[in-house]
């Protein structure tokens, strides 16, 4: 290898080059996939490995990229936020992958942001978030709060007439942020305060009786109410059997969640839940034939066809497909360059339209509200007329409202005040 | 309002017609005519099925009721071809049709060939109180208390003569009551006198609960005078009767959670408060009695759908087994090389925790995976203004059945005399012929076992997923130390207490700040009692 590369350089490379080079000098392309297959998060990061692994087949299928085959490094970071750091490192320097594909909770892409930046890489990031951050070497392929929370919420004001809101979530700063968001965006559609109560749980809450008797309590004020939860993972099956226990209706009180998809209503019997709604960007019901062709690859792939698909599994596909048009454009698979070609990179997604790639490094997405199905499944009962672009910084916290963010030059930067007219200006 | 009265006779008639028990001619062609309006939801968004739900119920017949239903349960659907409406069924991989108006079979379908007709929350809303219109002079007394139920939540106001009618002629006096208090939500909704308004919120206010108080806080906000004023009691007078129900209900609550940690907690009283080995291994001797409940179920899924409700009771022995014998191999294979090393026997079971954990997650997939609720243990009832849900009640009588079962094992049997033999005195009873490394493995065993008792309870209101004991260890071991190690007595007290404690907290404090103080109260405590609630006194213990 390391001649090789001296031969390279002599041959009268250019330095920037050197290392597309090195990378040109293997005979596969490699993509990392950092998700975890132990510990807590295993349960909903496995299924994303597994996609991963069925995407870079099928391009293998096609013919690989750039003439050469796709090759995946798996690593397990075992639901340990440091580790996570380590393994992107791993990744990156010892086996030299052109981009990653990973991460779910926040604390997890937190914990890697610097080795991207450090290392100079690419990682695309396909779940749900708060918003509040853009960075030059991650693309976000989830959805921003504008993406999913507050179209959520429109929707039950205007369908549904809800006056009251509950804002109920897992301790931690997805919910944390979210809700700071939602309620500043209620307060500003003129919701009273004493009509939103804000609720958190610890991470795995399993005792939910008391908190859906507050609810119910809370709901009895003589205004139409609504949850809006943010409660996370495993805490949702027992909450959700709580409410059908306890014999809330979705025509009564609606609950609208953000991190319930169809992998998390696999575990549950979902009769009593009929009628609850849940926001995303893309449900395994959605009737297009790109979809119905994915679900078909998914079946054959795991060998089981009762395993569904979900959300964040179509950010990975959106994500895995603009990286490849990506690197096509740019003739290249170094880092700086794919960067570059990302923005603007357009592919179908499973919904039946296209979204792009936008300066801020996030994506366009519909955003769709379906409601629970008896089968586990969601039915889409209402859905943006267009693409709504995700908004890395929101317009309704103070200190965020003024920052935009641009990758392309000259801007570069991900926190542009345009107040002060400076990179870098407030902004968490 | 005639239109109205007429109507509601119409229903009257009907009804009686339908009591007779045929269906005379005349009424055969009106259901015929009321074909193309059900054959009309065939077409349109949630806009026009509002309105086509609205002429379905304006006809005032009951026969369009079966369609509606089905509607609202999301089984109406369209034949493509011809845009003709069914009731369908799921057979094999399509569709048995059922038509809406005669209820006979109208053959089968494949899945490709019909389409559902979409409803949402607000359609079903809206068919709700349809129903409940069209259904109050049912024959059977249940649907009629449905019916008016449904009719309270609607509060419309052009219900109030279809109710005047059927109050005339009811003769159940519990339907009857819950009838009047349907038409006192609707005259509250109405612009009605201000005389009957009141009459409405006296009604209201015996009624009681929060549906009421919802109301009645809607008619004080928007009213004025005499009626804001006995509203304002009203609403008064309920928020104070709740509140005292809100204190029954908490100590329930905290019963339930109480009975939730004692099942978790139960078995490491034993391993860890009998036998004194730190045992982190617990949580998922729980978590493997869950996932035989899964089996349990899934076996009967597939070849015995007719016991399902009885799932539950043959997971229970094949559970303690199951992880009764993974206990005991537990014992022979690790712990045994380990007594009197507290530090090493906690960290070889920590590991074995994660090696379990990570098996699980191999064999079973890291999904939850769907333990269903067998009747009985699903829904719940009412006790004055206090809701039960028949699991936790349930799970509370079971947890302290499981209790009592452990005490007498221990009192009474030979191998509890034992058990407590070996632990009291280990040298005394091998002297008098015990084999004591065999009830060490069978004690552990019992409380391995016991803790996948604990795990098929679980699964009916905790996610069935490998991570399942992880949530309950700490727990089990602040029950325990908290209690009084090597003390039953003081494990049900402890659990119980610690359950109520949380349950009150968590309504000021919230439910993470609640946990930060129950665990900084356990802290205290034992800072003052080292060996928790209940300490065994005697030479064993200082030993």
Redesign the interface.
Same mark, same amino acid.
């Given at each position: 290898m390391k001649t090789k590369l001296t031969g390279l350089a002599l041959a009268g490379l250019m330095a920037s080059n050197m290392f597309s080079g090195a990378y040109a000098a293997d005979d596969t392309i490699k993509v990392g996939i950092l998700h975890s $297959?132990?510990g807590?998060m295993?349960?909903s990061e +496995? +299924?994303l490995k597994d996609a991963m692994l069925m995407l870079i087949d099928e391009q293998n299928k096609k013919g690989g990229l750039l003439g050469k085959k796709l090759e995946a490094v798996v690593v397990d970071p075992a639901s340990d936020w440091p580790l996570f750091a380590e393994k992107a490192r791993e990744l990156i320097e010892v086996d030299k992958v052109s981009a990653v594909f990973g991460c779910w909770t926040s604390v997890s892409r937190k914990s890697v942001l610097p080795v991207f930046e450090e290392l100079n890489s690419i990682l695309f990031y396909p779940v749900q978030y708060e918003g509040e951050e853009s960075q030059r070497n991650v693309f976000y392929t989830g959805a921003a709060p504008n993406q999913q929370a507050i179209p959520a919420v429109d929707y039950l004001m205007e369908?549904?007439g809800v006056e009251r809101w509950v804002l109920a979530g897992t301790?931690y700063v997805y919910p944390r942020t979210t809700n700071k968001i939602l309620e500043a965006y209620l307060k500003a559609k003129g919701v009273a305060e004493e009509d939103i109560m804000i609720?958190? +749980?610890?991470f795995?809450? =399993? !005792?939910w009786? +008391?908190?859906v =008797? !507050?609810i119910?309590?809370f @709901?009895?004020? @003589?205004?139409k109410t609504a949850v809006v939860s943010t409660i996370n993972g !495993?805490a949702n099956?027992?909450f959700y059997?709580?409410l059908?226990?306890?014999?809330i209706k979705?025509? !009564?009180i *609606?609950v609208v969640a953000f991190s319930v998809g169809e992998?998390?209503l696999?575990?549950?019997?979902t009769g *009593?839940l009929? @009628?609850h $709604?849940a926001a995303w960007n893309y449900f395994e019901s959605a009737d297009t034939d790109a979809n119905a062709q994915f679900i078909d690859t998914w079946h054959a792939f795991i060998k089981d066809d009762k395993r569904v698909t979900n959300d964040p599994m179509e950010a990975h596909y959106i994500g895995f497909n603009m990286w490849v048009k990506a690197v096509e454009k740019a003739g290249t698979t170094d880092p700086d360059a794919v960067i570059d070609a990302l923005v603007g990179v357009s592919v179908p997604n499973l919904t039946g339209g296209y979204s792009a790639m936008m300066p801020n490094h996030h994506i366009t997405k519909p955003v769709l509200i379906g409601?629970i199905?008896?089968d586990g499944q969601f039915?889409t009962?209402w859905e943006t007329s267009g693409l709504v672009p995700g908004d890395a910084w929101s317009d309704y916290l103070e200190g965020s409202k003024d920052l935009i963010s641009d990758w392309r030059a000259p801007l570069s930067c991900g926190n542009f005040n345009t107040a002060t007219g400076k990179c870098g200006g407030s902004g968490s | 309002m005639s239109l109205l009265r007429s109507l509601a006779l119409v229903i009257g008639l009907l009804v009686v017609a339908l009591g007779a028990g045929s269906v005379p001619a005349a009424a055969q062609n009106d259901t015929e005519s009321l074909r193309p309006l059900i054959n009309a939801l065939a077409d349109g968004k949630y806009k026009e099925t509002e309105k086509q739900i609205g002429d379905l119920a304006a006809t005032g017949n009951p026969v369009v009721a079966p369609a509606l239903e089905a509607l609202s349960d999301g089984d109406l659907y369209f034949r493509k071809s011809d845009k003709q409406v069914f009731i369908t069924s799921k057979s094999g991989e399509g569709y048995a049709l059922t038509d809406p108006l005669t209820l006979e079979s109208a053959g089968e379908a494949g899945k490709r060939e019909v389409s559902k007709i979409k409803v949402n929350n607000s359609l079903r809303r809206v068919i709700r109180s349809a129903l409940g219109s069209l259904t109050l002079m049912a024959a059977d007394p249940k649907v009629r208390k449905e019916a008016a139920e449904a009719v309270f939540k609607a509060k419309d106001p052009d219900a109030i003569e279809g109710l005047d009618t059927a109050i005339a002629k009811e003769t159940n006096d519990e339907v009857r009551l819950v009838m009047e208090q349907a038409r006192a939500a609707a005259v509250l909704n109405s612009d009605r006198s201000d005389g009957e308004k009141l009459e409405a919120v006296e009604v209201l206010s015996s009624m009681g609960n929060r549906d009421a108080l919802s109301l009645l806080i809607g008619v004080r906000d928007s009213s004025t005078g005499d009626l804001q004023a006995a509203a304002a009691t009203a609403v008064k007078r309920i928020e104070k009767t709740l509140a005292l129900w809100d204190n029954a209900q908490n100590i329930w609550y905290g019963l339930s959670l109480g009975s939730v940690l004692l099942l978790a907690a139960i078995g490491l009283a034993i391993t860890f408060g009998v036998m004194g080995v730190i045992n982190m291994a617990h949580g998922e001797m729980v978590m493997i009695g869950a996932y035989v409940t899964f089996m349990v179920q899934e076996v009967i899924r597939n070849s015995a759908p007719g016991l399902f409700d009885y799932s539950l009771l043959i997971a229970l022995p094949l559970a303690f087994l199951v992880s009764g014998a993974i206990g005991v191999g537990i014992e022979r294979g690790i712990i045994r090389w380990l007594y009197g090393r507290p530090l090493e026997t906690l960290l070889a079971t920590w590991g074995l925790s994660l090696i379990l954990q990570q098996a699980v997650r191999s064999l079973f997939g890291p999904t939850n995976r769907e333990v269903g609720n067998p009747d009985w243990m699903s829904g719940a009832f009412e006790i004055g203004q206090m809701t039960v849900t028949y699991n936790r009640m349930w799970i509370i009588f079971f947890a302290l059945a499981v209790f009592a079962g452990l005490m007498l094992v221990l009192k009474k049997t030979p191998f509890g005399l034992y058990t407590r033999a070996v632990t009291q005195n280990r040298r005394m009873a091998a002297s008098m012929g015990i084999r004591t490394p065999w009830i060490d493995a069978l004690t552990f065993g019992l409380g391995s076992g016991i803790a996948g008792i604990a795990g098929v309870a679980l699964s009916q209101i905790d996610n069935v997923s490998p991570n399942l004991g992880q949530g309950y260890i700490i727990d089990s071991f602040m029950v325990v130390v908290f209690g009084g190690v090597g003390n039953l007595w003081g494990t049900l007290v402890g659990a119980m207490t610690l359950g109520v404690v949380n349950k009150f907290l968590e309504p000021y404090a919230g439910a993470v700040l609640g946990k930060i103080f129950v665990l900084v109260f356990i802290i205290l405590f034992i800072q003052k009692r080292p060996r928790g609630l209940f300490a065994l006194k005697g030479r064993a213990v200082e030993a």
């Amino acid at each position: 290898m390391k001649t090789k590369l001296t031969g390279l350089a002599l041959a009268g490379l250019m330095a920037s080059n050197m290392f597309s080079g090195a990378y040109a000098a293997d005979d596969t392309i490699k993509v990392g996939i950092l998700h975890s $297959l132990s510990g807590t998060m295993a349960i909903s990061e +496995t +299924t994303l490995k597994d996609a991963m692994l069925m995407l870079i087949d099928e391009q293998n299928k096609k013919g690989g990229l750039l003439g050469k085959k796709l090759e995946a490094v798996v690593v397990d970071p075992a639901s340990d936020w440091p580790l996570f750091a380590e393994k992107a490192r791993e990744l990156i320097e010892v086996d030299k992958v052109s981009a990653v594909f990973g991460c779910w909770t926040s604390v997890s892409r937190k914990s890697v942001l610097p080795v991207f930046e450090e290392l100079n890489s690419i990682l695309f990031y396909p779940v749900q978030y708060e918003g509040e951050e853009s960075q030059r070497n991650v693309f976000y392929t989830g959805a921003a709060p504008n993406q999913q929370a507050i179209p959520a919420v429109d929707y039950l004001m205007e369908n549904e007439g809800v006056e009251r809101w509950v804002l109920a979530g897992t301790d931690y700063v997805y919910p944390r942020t979210t809700n700071k968001i939602l309620e500043a965006y209620l307060k500003a559609k003129g919701v009273a305060e004493e009509d939103i109560m804000i609720n958190y +749980t610890p991470f795995g809450h =399993s !005792d939910w009786q +008391t908190i859906v =008797s !507050d609810i119910k309590a809370f @709901g009895s004020a @003589g205004k139409k109410t609504a949850v809006v939860s943010t409660i996370n993972g !495993d805490a949702n099956v027992p909450f959700y059997k709580e409410l059908g226990n306890q014999g809330i209706k979705a025509e !009564d009180i *609606p609950v609208v969640a953000f991190s319930v998809g169809e992998e998390e209503l696999a575990g549950l019997d979902t009769g *009593p839940l009929v @009628g609850h $709604l849940a926001a995303w960007n893309y449900f395994e019901s959605a009737d297009t034939d790109a979809n119905a062709q994915f679900i078909d690859t998914w079946h054959a792939f795991i060998k089981d066809d009762k395993r569904v698909t979900n959300d964040p599994m179509e950010a990975h596909y959106i994500g895995f497909n603009m990286w490849v048009k990506a690197v096509e454009k740019a003739g290249t698979t170094d880092p700086d360059a794919v960067i570059d070609a990302l923005v603007g990179v357009s592919v179908p997604n499973l919904t039946g339209g296209y979204s792009a790639m936008m300066p801020n490094h996030h994506i366009t997405k519909p955003v769709l509200i379906g409601e629970i199905q008896a089968d586990g499944q969601f039915e889409t009962v209402w859905e943006t007329s267009g693409l709504v672009p995700g908004d890395a910084w929101s317009d309704y916290l103070e200190g965020s409202k003024d920052l935009i963010s641009d990758w392309r030059a000259p801007l570069s930067c991900g926190n542009f005040n345009t107040a002060t007219g400076k990179c870098g200006g407030s902004g968490s | 309002m005639s239109l109205l009265r007429s109507l509601a006779l119409v229903i009257g008639l009907l009804v009686v017609a339908l009591g007779a028990g045929s269906v005379p001619a005349a009424a055969q062609n009106d259901t015929e005519s009321l074909r193309p309006l059900i054959n009309a939801l065939a077409d349109g968004k949630y806009k026009e099925t509002e309105k086509q739900i609205g002429d379905l119920a304006a006809t005032g017949n009951p026969v369009v009721a079966p369609a509606l239903e089905a509607l609202s349960d999301g089984d109406l659907y369209f034949r493509k071809s011809d845009k003709q409406v069914f009731i369908t069924s799921k057979s094999g991989e399509g569709y048995a049709l059922t038509d809406p108006l005669t209820l006979e079979s109208a053959g089968e379908a494949g899945k490709r060939e019909v389409s559902k007709i979409k409803v949402n929350n607000s359609l079903r809303r809206v068919i709700r109180s349809a129903l409940g219109s069209l259904t109050l002079m049912a024959a059977d007394p249940k649907v009629r208390k449905e019916a008016a139920e449904a009719v309270f939540k609607a509060k419309d106001p052009d219900a109030i003569e279809g109710l005047d009618t059927a109050i005339a002629k009811e003769t159940n006096d519990e339907v009857r009551l819950v009838m009047e208090q349907a038409r006192a939500a609707a005259v509250l909704n109405s612009d009605r006198s201000d005389g009957e308004k009141l009459e409405a919120v006296e009604v209201l206010s015996s009624m009681g609960n929060r549906d009421a108080l919802s109301l009645l806080i809607g008619v004080r906000d928007s009213s004025t005078g005499d009626l804001q004023a006995a509203a304002a009691t009203a609403v008064k007078r309920i928020e104070k009767t709740l509140a005292l129900w809100d204190n029954a209900q908490n100590i329930w609550y905290g019963l339930s959670l109480g009975s939730v940690l004692l099942l978790a907690a139960i078995g490491l009283a034993i391993t860890f408060g009998v036998m004194g080995v730190i045992n982190m291994a617990h949580g998922e001797m729980v978590m493997i009695g869950a996932y035989v409940t899964f089996m349990v179920q899934e076996v009967i899924r597939n070849s015995a759908p007719g016991l399902f409700d009885y799932s539950l009771l043959i997971a229970l022995p094949l559970a303690f087994l199951v992880s009764g014998a993974i206990g005991v191999g537990i014992e022979r294979g690790i712990i045994r090389w380990l007594y009197g090393r507290p530090l090493e026997t906690l960290l070889a079971t920590w590991g074995l925790s994660l090696i379990l954990q990570q098996a699980v997650r191999s064999l079973f997939g890291p999904t939850n995976r769907e333990v269903g609720n067998p009747d009985w243990m699903s829904g719940a009832f009412e006790i004055g203004q206090m809701t039960v849900t028949y699991n936790r009640m349930w799970i509370i009588f079971f947890a302290l059945a499981v209790f009592a079962g452990l005490m007498l094992v221990l009192k009474k049997t030979p191998f509890g005399l034992y058990t407590r033999a070996v632990t009291q005195n280990r040298r005394m009873a091998a002297s008098m012929g015990i084999r004591t490394p065999w009830i060490d493995a069978l004690t552990f065993g019992l409380g391995s076992g016991i803790a996948g008792i604990a795990g098929v309870a679980l699964s009916q209101i905790d996610n069935v997923s490998p991570n399942l004991g992880q949530g309950y260890i700490i727990d089990s071991f602040m029950v325990v130390v908290f209690g009084g190690v090597g003390n039953l007595w003081g494990t049900l007290v402890g659990a119980m207490t610690l359950g109520v404690v949380n349950k009150f907290l968590e309504p000021y404090a919230g439910a993470v700040l609640g946990k930060i103080f129950v665990l900084v109260f356990i802290i205290l405590f034992i800072q003052k009692r080292p060996r928790g609630l209940f300490a065994l006194k005697g030479r064993a213990v200082e030993a």
